[in-house]
């Protein structure tokens, strides 16, 4: 297998990485994220995956890059990261009571030979029903300003969320165990 760059400042995806006992180098890749209500929640992932992925290998053609992106949906409308505590606050409370679905697009690119990989998974995540005081307690334990829907299940999930339908690590940020199939066919 060619070097594995991930295009990705995130420290969890990073943390998750590691569990595959792969080598690889962090280059965050910078482009800002699109938002197009046009676009399925699982196209919109890939898309903003395969823009991150797509800068780093233009720069590293000799690398095979990982590009992802993790966003929250509810009936359609997109959860991404909150812009301050207040709109934390707001995202939690339509969150809250209610199952939505957490998106992950993937984009593996190898720049030198035009080889490229796609895919997006999704999980559902339920939370339980939160009054204000839950929602403020919730979240003076985490900093909500980094993560997609204001949350982060890996950080006191367990006093948000009632139930998960699929990947946990995908929630995180990074579907693992379809990684590690994409990634072993990468080298089949």
């Given amino acids: ?8 400042a995130s420290p969890r995806r990073a943390e998750l990485l590691r569990q595959l006992d792969l080598e690889f180098q962090i280059i965050s890749s910078g482009p800002k994220e699109i938002f197009d209500d046009q676009l399925s929640p699982r196209e919109l992932c890939q898309l903003n995956a395969h823009r991150k992925a797509r800068v780093t290998a233009k720069k590293n053609p000799d690398a095979l890059v990982l ?20 709109d934390a606050e707001q995202m939690l409370s339509q969150l809250q009571g209610r199952t939505h679905q957490v998106v992950t697009g993937i984009s593996l690119i190898h720049q030198r030979t035009h080889r490229e990989k796609m895919f997006a998974v999704g999980t559902d995540v339920t939370f339980h029903p939160l009054g204000e005081e839950q929602i403020r307690n919730y979240l003076k334990k985490i900093n909500p300003l980094d993560k997609a829907g204001a949350y982060a299940i890996q950080e006191h999930g367990t006093l948000i969320v ?9 929630v995180v940020g990074l579907p693992l165990d379809e990684l590690r199939a994409e990634l072993n066919a990468w080298t089949a």
């Fill in 1 to 8: 297998m060619p070097p594995l760059i991930l295009a990705s």
């Fill in 162 to 170: 009632s139930e998960i339908s699929g990947s946990f690590t995908n």
């Fill in 67 to 86: 590009g992802a992106d993790t966003l929250v949906f509810l009936k359609g409308k997109v959860f991404g990261k909150p812009k301050n505590l207040k």
